[in-house]
């Protein structure tokens, strides 16, 4: 053999022996601990494992809203530390994906004051929509808006990432699609429910004094007379617009700027209320999520006793001064999306932007339980981006397996029949024939696993299909041959001249799959994305085993029998 | 040596491009106006949600669509899907973004109680808003569309502009065709669909190619034979190839389409019309094309230049 055979001959076996290495541990279902070099398995589109899948979306023109609302309250603060005296104005959403904010000044005096301190300290922030007497309106800027686009998809995917993290799902994937989609694929999540219910939560957190000078049984008398109005949740119903409507219904009732919020535990099980607390707070949030850095557990090691720490933003800090300051004695209610989660006490007034909620006693399990889960809905609530549900796709476990067997079946047939021909037909060539679909498949499955790629439905079908196509390519070079035996030329140069001439063909052929391959890569989602992958694969896999590998065998079998032998 | 096509055949498979064009001309009207008449299709496109159930006993379709009507759903549709055997049915029920989460839930709640004894089982639901339908079905024709852009240039530089449209109006006359057939039988057209129809793209331009290959071979190889013979001759000592091929490629296909089970149906009714109508597409419109391209120039150019004869495409390699 030329030496030239024995270097294709070495690369054909280096990549066998790579890429039986990359098959076997998924082949055999290898778990962690295995002696064996590599660890990495083939994972399993959500489709044939079973899992949620979905599309979310962001409403911006909403987050645009709450950032205004922000700012303006910033402004407020910003003169006053100037010793502007103004008042906050209303938002303005004539034009929703443009909203804007007034503030009101106290004196006509203050007005180029004003307005260079803002100039000054929101630069390229804040821009001056609209101007009457003493009172300004501000829009956001154009650099700002994209900005917080931008931002709103990171933060989204970091607390969605963070509360699946915190709930502990394997391979979570989560991801930005677009300017304002976000793709979550949990595979193999087994409460479904629950995992939604996670991911789609919007994220409001707000803290607000609660007015405990209000007796319970008042509250619980009020309750009552809207109950006996009519005014009762139904199952199906949202409860934060249950909650809205309890408050618009008692509006004469309550002390002015108060509303009733509660304090709901449901069971995520049997879907029952086990806890439902009512208390009067206040209806402005004086400080919100955003202004939080960070929350998280912690454990006095004195006493053993778990707790959350909190650490607020600049501005957070000097508003939780503040607060806590004016209002030593009261409780500041933690709301998440309208649910009271905690209520601590105000022990005393907390500068530096560092507070801690404690729980008191109790079982240091239930603690850490109790700890864990306001730190989560503090961190979550750092981000009030309202995401909106697009597109949601479940697969239940079973029908993935069924999906298995059955394709795996329906490939085994069709590839038995493909094999029975190709003996039949090409007698010892179709021997060489079915060598190669083999490698090819081999390359395919070790392609998907270098590649981290995740086998689908789709993706199998791919496979499937390849073997019925890939055998296009030995069946070119093996016509050419027969035709070039024809015209009565010696096996050798037969051999030669089919190779020669399908190399093109088989090339040509080949891209023009590819660029539809490409095209759906580019453009599918899911399921449809593996198939793509798996396509180009078996591309990338039939030129060389279609056209090196075979020519490798063939000048082996060529050599062996010294050209008198030909069964093709 | 086994043959199952001849290899001194010499059929004229140019000539009978009238009757192919009138054929094929009517097969895609008629695709078309299925199509868009009464294609039936999935909540990939049209949003909504769409619920796989499956019990253990049969149940009547009359009481799902009962059920349904009482979890307050209107404008739902239940399909079998499988083999009846498997109880298995798809659920359909329009609505919206905000409607949606609620209405599938109701009815996944209302199935289990109203079926509670039947073993009941919901395997997959799959809900799409509006939005991302819209986003979904831009994407799909985008895909489509720049995968016949892209194939169109690719075959323009591989080999001549001439060869081009043909390749492309075999694979338009595929696509409809395919399209047409999943309207008449009123299979779901979803994204599955679109990844089998892509690949039946490929599949059609692969088959094409390997014929043009041939011609402009022969193109070279024989100066002085006119275009309809290069075509005739290369389609003739293709077609065993070609025959071949389809018979391997359908193994694949059918064996899938009849065992593969029921959600990849889709995927291989696709690929199984579409090989079919690919490999007929390739003979007979889109190398006969070539043909009927290169008169029309020899005629403007005899027109435009009094230039005499019949000139041969001999593209540059």
Redesign the interface.
Known sequence: MKPSWWYRFLFFIFLTVVSVMAVVPTLFNFDENSKFPIKSKMSLGLDLQGGLYMIMGIDFNKVYKDEVISYARKIEYSLNDIGVKSKLGDVDVTTPDDPAHSVVLESAADLDKAKARIRDYFPSILRLTKEEGTKLTYGLSKVIKDQIQSQSVTKSIEVIRNRIDEFGVTEPEIVSQGKDRIVVALPGVKDIERAKDLIGKTAKLEFRIVNDQVAPTQISAWLEKAKTAGVVFKKGDRWSQHVSKINEFLKSDLPAGYEIAFERKVNKATNETTLEVPMLVEDQAKLTGDELADARVQIDQQRQEPYVSLEFKSLGSKLFEEITGANVGKRLAVILDGNVYTAPNIQQKIGGGRAQITLGQGNFNQLMQQASDIALVLRAGALPVQLDFQEQRTVGPSLGSDSISAARLGGMIGTIAVFLFALFYYRFSGAIAILTLLCNVLFILAGLVGLGATLTLPGIAGIALTVGMAIDGNIIIYERIREEIRRGISNYKAVEAGFGHAFWTIVDANITTALAGLCLLNFGTGPVRGFAVTLLLGIVATVYTCYFLSGLLFELYMQKTEGQDLSI | ??Q?IP?NLNIDFVGKIKLCATVSAFLVIASWILSFTRMQYGVDFTGGAEI?VKFAKAVEVAKIRKTLESAGVAGGSVISIGEASENEYLVRVPGT??T???IE??VEQSMASSFKDDGV?????????P??GA??RL??F???A??LI??MV??GL?FDFKYAPGAIIALIHDVSIVCGAYALFGIEFN??T??AI??V???S??DT??VY??IR?NAQKNIGETVTQHINKATN??L??TV??V??????????????????FN??FA?TIGILVGTYSSIYIASPTIMLLDEFYASRDKKNQKDEGHKVAVPAK
């Open positions: 040596m086994m199952i290899s796989q973004e905000d949606l989460n609620k839930a109701a089982q919901i395997r997959k639901v799959d809900i799409v808003g939005k991302a986003q979904l994407s799909g985008l895909a489509l720049w995968s892209a194939i690719y075959v591989r994204l599955q679109i990844a892509l690949t793209i490929g599949y331009v692969n190619v390997i290959d041939r071979e000592e293709t065993s190839r071949l091929t018979a391997t490629t359908l193994f694949s296909s059918i064996a899938m389409l009849i065992f593969g089970g029921p959600a990849i995927f291989f690929t």
